[in-house]
């Protein structure tokens, strides 16, 4: 059982900048890679970044990179996911997810935390 706390939502002009964190605890040693998705008013839950926790393997989807940097804090089980540049097309709930697997990599579950709300206004 993981849990995942965000924090760092709110609301920025566009062009500004916000850092968003998920601080992790329980079983967080099973952790394979922890990331955000987001979820706009009438959407689906979209991927947005990710890192892989044993040698901070990234992804972004495409419409994010060069803006959005997500980065770990092996001390603090925390995933941070700093957003520049940032356009009224990202304002979502931001959600915190965290990629549980076994050492031969079968997934064990993910998690998420209870989100938190970035609006961009124009």
């Known amino acids: 059982q993981v849990q995942l706390v965000e924090s760092g939502g709110g609301l920025v002009q566009a062009g500004g900048s916000l850092r968003l964190s998920c601080a992790a605890s329980?079983?967080?040693?099973?952790?394979?890679?922890m990331g955000w998705f987001r979820q706009a008013p009438g959407k689906e839950r979209e991927f947005v970044a990710a890192i892989i926790w044993s040698d901070s393997t990234t992804y972004y989807t495409d419409s994010v990179k060069g803006r959005f940097t997500i980065s770990r804090d092996n001390v603090k089980n925390t995933v941070y996911l700093q957003m520049n540049s940032l356009k009224p097309e990202d304002t979502a709930a931001y959600y915190c997810?965290?990629?549980?697997?076994?050492?031969?990599?079968?997934?064990?579950?993910?998690?998420w935390g209870q989100g938190t709300q970035v609006t961009v206004s124009s």
């Open positions: 997810n965290a990629d549980l697997r076994t050492r031969s990599y079968a997934t064990i579950g993910n998690y």
């Open positions: 329980g079983r967080t040693f099973s952790s394979y890679a």
